[in-house]
């Protein structure tokens, strides 16, 4: 967000007359910029600093999000013909979830609702895959809004059901919808249990919520204390050595190793160290967000900090061929995400013009 900066011109305007200084001479070529505008540092959510559940799918994704049927009985080649229901005359409901997925890909939507009903039954397996089924189905087309009204159409709104929406939209890249269905959860839901309310604090919650959760032996307060101690550290004004600050960030997480935790490490402390700085800061800060790209933000608080770089240089082309650079490693990361392009080619194609444009 930019924030125009405004001089107070006013106060003096009774004062007597002085004798004014002629301004300092601009150097040939150059020409003076505006103030400098302030770049806001992203906003940091615990999902970024917290351990996962499950480091390869959101919390509660027992599976990936598929179009297929999540039912192994139901995948055979002959499931759509009579001779498959046949050998099936002891499981109704098997053969009921192969034909209503025969209708789906035959292209009749109508049958998700046969699904629905199945999902809704105590059929043990075979509910369990047909939710699974419909929740992925729903999210087809849909936005966050309209897959919550077909949930509710459908008679799958409980606040659990809501839950793996939203992780299944996280999933699938996107975002802005999971956000969208876990806050409407977490509103409706009056009385979660002590592992619910931790389980979405850590996956929604911005970082300041992390006081809030209560340290437990249950693996989510493990996750939770994780967060809270690596925040501390990170957010310590005493620890001004970076090397330092990462080892003490870093031993928080000793119980989770492999769940990036050297990513982590690298993201809190470059977050902490937004600060006032020269250009050439700038640009190191960004390549230290590289660092912990994998994690989620960390793509958003690098180009941040480029675009506090471009406004804290002088415009001129060495300085901007230096961000362009600098922009050009996050463009090839394997860990840029697309949402990002049209920012990042900003910064690519940074011109003297524009980059003057920031600064008013």
Known sequence: MRVALVAMMCACAA?????????????IGRRPLPARVIVQRPELELVSVAPATDPHRPWPLSELPSLQPHLDAAMARDRCTDAWAARRTNAPELVAYGKAWCRIEAGDRGAVDELAKLAMRKLGDVSRAARLDVINLVTVGLDAAGAMRRLEHLGLDAPADFDLLAATFDALGMRDDARAVASRVMDADAHPTTRERCERVLAWGAVEEAVS???????????????????????????????????????????????????????????????????????TRARDACKAFGVYGAEELALAALDRAVVASDCDPMDLMLIAAAANRIAASEHHRPEHDAHVTTLRTMTAERCAAMHE
């Open 213 to 283: 959760l209560v340290a437990d032996t249950d693996p989510c307060g493990r996750r939770a204390a994780a967060a809270r101690c690596a925040l501390a550290r990170a957010s310590d004004p005493t620890r001004t050595d970076i090397g330092g600050q990462l080892l003490a960030v870093r031993e928080c997480y000793n119980e989770f190793p492999d769940d990036h935790a050297e990513e982590r490490a690298w993201l809190l402390v470059t977050y902490f160290r937004w600060a006032n700085a020269p250009m050439d800061t700038w640009i």
């Open 15 to 27: 004062a007597p007359a002085k004798k004014r200084r002629s301004p300092a001479p601009v150097p």
